[in-house]
């Protein structure tokens, strides 16, 4: 397709003329790639952003694919949170409003369920909604999808990280297995995979090309007279880059301890991961560094494997590796996702050897970083954007996400975009709310009860 204009769809006319009167002159990138098989009825997975258009490109297949004679449920949308549920009703009505009588219902969490349920009772074409509401009202007879010919997962990687996946499964298990099913994600890591394994038929696979150039690496190199001098040369790398997130890499659980303690002590979230960490405890420190709540993670090779976290901005080895091909996945953990990042070695002289096999000498000659002076240390450690809270309930009670963001995002709460992710052990939950929001998410926690129990909560520290 040279150009990108609607036209060339199988649209109708009335919606194709709707988009003008939107401004949709042209399709953006994924509504190029994806509508036209959206419109084909294949299956399909999306790696899109927000912003990308995305809502639009699956917006169509649905309001396109519409018998709006036909009064049942016919395509179900799936959405992380309550806003974004709001968002996607009123796009898809803003695309319909050419089509007459389209009914489309927004049903989720933290909203009374009794309107929800008389609302049904009128009927509807399109329901967007949030998973936990949606499987409640399955569950309880008063939603029926097994007519429903379209399922839309849209930014499903926040879904899962949001603990979604149970109630996806049950929802999914509703639906008739001949429908089409679209994957919107921003992300495509493996559990999207499995999901998408699941859940779609020999799905297409679409991927709009960033803007961006490819990721990149930036290696750098800085020599210190003594090997005394790491932790302060950490200390001022994190001072000089202020990353969002960074892990610092040791060889021994003995350095990871004393070095994360040396950052705390100097102001950062830091966190120490290593073999010896209780299982508990271990589920804590990883819980706190992929959900956003520490700033810095210090670990040694065999406990970072642990780690989920997409797009670090910095990685520092404290010690050279011992291995060389360690070195490069050390490295690896940094400029993903599109982005660019940085990885910096310290080293001494005596090590120079070692790390020149590994490099070359070449590059550490032209990429040695001078470290600043002590007064880059003036400025403010940076602060993680989210807190962690713990409730002491979990899988064993059968407290579920949706639960939780129901209750957290309730009259007088937080916003849903304040939650970030949601992890549910047996016996407790830890939900990231960003810093600003803990406040209120506390007092909610403290003063309302979920499923109709109270149950203890507090913010992570330490
Ligand atoms: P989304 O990625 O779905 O959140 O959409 C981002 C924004 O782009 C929304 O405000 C849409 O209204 C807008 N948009 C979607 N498709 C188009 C298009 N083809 N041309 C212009 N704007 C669009």
Known sequence: MSTNNFSQLSLSKPIVENLASLGYEQMTPIQALSVPLILDGKDLIAKAKTGSGKTAAFGLGIVQQ??????YVQSLVLCPTRELADQVSKSIRQLARTTHNVKVLTLCGGMPIGPQIGSLKHGAHIIVGTPGRINDLLRKGHLAIDRATQLVLDEADRMLDMGFQDDLD?????????????????????SIKALAQRVCLKPQFVEAQDVLSPSTIKEQFVELAHSSERDEAVLKLLHLY????????CNTKRETTQVANYLKQAGWVSLALHGDLEQAARDVT?????????????ATDV??????VADLELVINYQLSREAEVHTHRIGRTGRAG???????LFT???????????GDEAIENHRLELPDDSVLATDPKRP??????????????????DILGALTAQGGVQGSDVGKIDRFDFSTFVAIKRDAVKVAMNKLQSDKIKGRQYRSRVVRG
């Open 66 to 71: 519409l018998r709006v004679k036909q009064w």
């Open 170 to 190: 049950k929802i999914v298990s509703y639906m008739p297995a001949k429908r089409q099913t679209l994957l919107f994600s921003a992300t495509y890591p493996d």
């Open 242 to 249: 202020r990353p969002e997130q960074a892990i610092v890499f």
């Open 286 to 298: 990883l819980v706190r560094f992929a959900n956003g709540s520490a700033t810095v993670m210090v």
């Open 303 to 308: 406990a970072a494997r642990g780690i989920d």
């Open 339 to 345: 982005k660019d990042g940085v990885a910096i070695s």
């Open 349 to 359: 002289e005596r090590e120079y050897p070692k790390l020149a096999l590994r490099v």
């Open 385 to 402: 954007s989210m807190h962690t809270l713990q409730i002491d309930g979990g899988k064993k009670v059968k407290l579920r996400p949706g």
